[in-house]
């Protein structure tokens, strides 16, 4: 992890994450970029009104991007680079991941808890065209390391240590314990089943690890339940088609959702994804 890539709309859920980027790119002697995303406002009443030029909105946003960046270089210490384009931050997000060679993004959500309220749309749009990891940091959250990490799975991704090499890098710089965790509707385990644990649990092999089968009606609430009980640090999911992920952040999915989470959400992806 030698690039990080943070998203910032100057909200407090923003900084947040951006001072919680700080502490990981410190830990890891990292760069990171900050970067905004802004769009021309357009009219929606027939009243008049003083347009704002792309030229000065660019002006405006570069100055207040430009403290956050000496804010987090005077914190930690960090070279920090900043950019500021107009269009959708979700494409231009993905433009910059090439153009910087970005190995993570971290985001902030805001709201009370609700994956339902705090996953906004760019987050989700992100989360569904890249291929890098993203961590999205709740407003609420600090930074502390990592003792407990889980990773809850389905038991469907493919068990490759290239998805999971940020994870990886995480743990084994903090020393932390991993939680597989799986939730299952009932204690029965198929025999696809097993041999997707085996699988799981190789790539952590040499980590202090453990193998946790949670039984309940609902997967989010299994989660919530165990992150609860158990002083998780950081969670970690991977976004594949068709997964629990997907359905997790689809609009009608979230709505009826009872889970909320107040520890950082790494979203890993499949590689060949975005």
């Known amino acids: 992890m030698r690039n990080i890539l943070v998203p910032v709309d100057f909200s407090p859920a923003s900084r947040n994450a951006a001072e ?3 502490q990981l790119a410190k830990g890891w002697n990292a760069r990171i970029t900050l970067f905004h995303a802004y769009m021309l406002p357009t009219p929606v009443t027939e009243v008049p009104y003083v347009m704002v ?23 930690f210490g960090l070279e920090v680079e900043w950019v500021v384009r107009i269009g959708i931050a979700s494409d231009e997000i993905k433009e910059l991941i090439r153009e910087k060679g970005i190995d993570l993004i971290v985001m902030g959500m805001k709201g009370a808890g609700g994956l339902d309220k705090i996953i906004g749309s760019t987050t989700t749009n992100v989360n569904r065209k890249v291929a890098v990891p993203v961590l999205v940091v709740p407003h609420d959250a600090t930074y502390r390391p990592i003792h407990q990490a889980a990773y809850a ?9 290239a ?6 890098e995480l743990v084994k710089n903090s020393s932390a314990k991993v939680h597989i965790l799986h939730v299952a509707k009932s204690d029965a385990a198929g025999a696809g089943e ?14 202090d690890h ?12 299994g989660i919530n339940n165990y992150l609860k009980n158990n002083q998780i640090d950081l969670l970690t999911m991977v976004a594949h088609k068709h997964s629990f992920f997907e359905r997790l952040f689809s609009k009608s999915y979230t709505a009826a959702m ?17």
């Not at 030029?53 to 914190?75: F, M, P, S, V, W």
């Not at 799975?153 to 240590?161: F, M, P, S, W």
């Not at 998805?163 to 990886?168: A, C, G, H, K, S």
């Not at 453990?210 to 609430?221: A, K, M, P």
Request: zero cysteines; hydrophobic letters at 35%.
């Open 258 to 274: 009872s889970y909320e989470t107040h520890i950082p959400l790494l979203v890993l992806h499949e590689k060949g994804n975005g």
């Open 210 to 221: 453990e193998f946790v089968t949670v039984t309940d009606s609902s997967i989010t609430q």
């Open 194 to 207: 097993l041999v997707s644990r085996k699988g799981q649990e190789n790539l952590f092999e040499g980590l």
């Open 153 to 161: 799975t389905d038991l469907t991704e493919v068990a490759q240590v």
């Open 53 to 75: 030029t792309a030229d000065e909105l660019q002006k405006e946003n570069e100055e207040y991007i430009r403290e956050e960046a000496q804010h987090l270089h005077g914190q």
């Open 163 to 168: 998805i999971f090499e940020p994870f990886l």
């Open 20 to 22: 919680y980027a700080g």
